[in-house]
């Protein structure tokens, strides 16, 4: 008889350091997320309501480089690029060092990221067919990572860290899964020569790092180079950032604590989680709610699909997703995490956020109204879902802090 492997094993300490350090991160970035969401709402709903919007279409840039772009799509197309740079150096991490090294363990995360991005997309599709707001498809798929860790913090310190790992790894994937949606499904105006020299580029930059050839000076001008050429091609800018991510060097050499990537990780995260995610959030979730009706809402396939596809389908996806994995494979619970851990998560992954909010941006580009029913209903489902959450991780706090006593 095989052996099976655990769902989550023991973590080491050097990879239970990083983690740790990862996590804090996230719990800032998640706290400041939150606080430029909510002062983009006041502000958008205030005497200040033009200036706000104002600024937000305000373009800037070269027009000759057809980079004469509002405030706001430089928000989306450039600033968060360094979010998603920072994500694909976590999943790079998760790929050599952590749970996704090991295919039957890195099967279950998988498989749950997956079922939490088919089920709530199926279920917008359902609810949506034969409307023209089909196309918001895409946006019940996304998991917040910094909100998600951040409520994770704040209400499951008592849970084992190897769940905490999970959903770090399962938003990992998920951004990569909406990355590659965004790539194929939300780009525009595809042009094949810039993303040829974007191809030969990041080539040039994963040969640099195999080389262990050092210099901010070196990497940075590429980078703005392999973004432009990307952004050039038609395809979104963000995924130059995930690309070179996926490129870093994690591997140390003789004589090192860290890795290269670990070591831009480093740097880079507190610029994506304090600056990059904060200025996304301002100008995405800034919606005028004064003419905002409750029923109209409710009554909207587009809003309906989004609050369902995130609150119901995200966490019975992620449950589904690892349950049968666990179920069909040789993996399964660690001894002593519960399957109501799992659901705990499930419901977590529904904050949607950044990466919901961009998709919405995407999909209604040209339509206002759709655009904000697009936003509302992302803030909804995230707080419905965080709300959810937070009571399901207390109730297994609770259940971990009595069987401690």
Do not use: C
Request: aromatic share 10%; charged share 15%; proline share 3%.
């Amino acid at each position: 008889m095989k052996k099976r492997v655990k769902l989550w094993m023991k973590i080491a300490g050097a990879q239970r350091g990083w983690l740790s350090e990862t996590l804090r991160n996230e719990t800032v970035g998640g706290a400041l997320l939150l606080a430029a969401a909510l002062i983009a709402l006041v502000i958008a709903n205030s005497p200040l309501q033009q200036w706000f919007f104002d600024l937000r279409n305000t373009k800037v840039g070269p027009e000759f480089l057809h980079l004469n772009l509002s405030i706001s799509t430089w928000a989306a197309d450039a600033v968060l690029a360094v979010f998603f740079f920072a994500a694909g150096i976590e999943l790079k991490h998760e790929l050599v060092h952590g749970s996704l090294r090991e295919k039957t363990q890195a099967l279950v995360p998988v498989a749950a990221a997956l079922g939490g991005m088919i089920l709530p997309a199926t279920i917008f599709i359902a609810i949506n067919l034969g409307q023209n707001s089909l196309i918001g498809w895409g946006i019940p798929m996304a998991t917040d990572i910094a909100f998600a860790l951040a409520i994770l913090a704040v209400v499951g310190r008592q849970l084992p860290i190897e769940l905490r790992a999970f959903l770090l790894t399962l938003a990992v994937v998920d951004d990569l899964g909406a990355i590659i949606v965004i790539a194929i499904f939300y780009s525009s105006k595809f042009a094949l020569m810039p993303l040829l020299i974007a191809a030969a580029l990041l080539v040039a930059f994963g040969l640099m790092q195999r080389k262990g050839i050092k210099g901010w000076y070196l990497y940075i001008p590429l980078a703005i180079l392999i973004w432009y050429f990307v952004h050039e091609s038609g395809v979104h800018a963000t995924v130059a950032g995930i690309a070179m991510g996926l490129l870093m060097n994690m591997h140390k050499k003789p004589g090192e604590h860290h890795s290269a990537g670990d070591n831009v990780l480093h740097i880079v995260h507190p610029y994506s989680a304090a600056i990059a995610v904060p200025i996304f959030a301002f100008f995405a979730s800034g919606v005028s709610l004064e003419n905002f009706d409750l029923a109209k809402v409710l009554q909207s396939p587009l809003a309906l699909g989004v609050i369902l596809g995130l609150v119901v389908g995200k966490p019975i996806g992620v449950f589904l997703g690892a349950f049968l994995a666990a179920r069909f494979t040789k993996a399964e619970l660690s001894k002593g995490i519960s399957w109501w851990d799992i659901a705990a998560i499930g419901s977590l992954a529904g904050v949607g956020f950044t990466v919901s909010l961009l998709i919405s941006e995407l999909a209604f580009k040209h339509s206002g109204e759709q655009a904000q029913l697009g936003v509302v209903a992302v803030l909804v489902a995230s707080l419905i879902s965080g709300v959810i959450a937070s009571v399901l991780l207390t109730i297994r706090r609770k259940s971990y802090a009595g069987k401690k006593n």
